[in-house]
């Protein structure tokens, strides 16, 4: 995961906030997410991307070993 997301974190947890707001999707400003879709609609079906996904669970984790609180938007 890139570093500047554990800098972030913990600047918002030295500055006292509990959670951590942040969408885990994609939307038309940002087509092509740091560690790719965590889904697609591929002839109209919903397809999960795997590899994106564990890449978010790390994110998660990296949240959690903080004491913080994820607050995930999973839609856009």
């Not at 885990?24 to 991307?49: A, K, Y």
């Not at 984790?61 to 004491?67: F, G, N, T």
Request: aromatic fraction near 14%; include cysteine; proline fraction near 7%.
């Amino acid at each position: 995961q890139p570093a500047d997301w554990n800098v972030y974190l913990d600047r918002r947890k030295a500055q006292g906030f509990t959670a951590v707001h942040f969408v885990t999707g994609w939307w038309r400003g940002s087509m092509n997410p740091v560690h790719g879709r965590t889904f697609d609609l591929v002839d109209g079906e919903l397809v999960w991307n795997d590899p994106a996904l564990a890449k978010l669970d790390e994110c998660f984790e990296a949240i959690l070993q903080r004491d913080l609180v994820p607050s995930p938007v999973m839609l856009w």
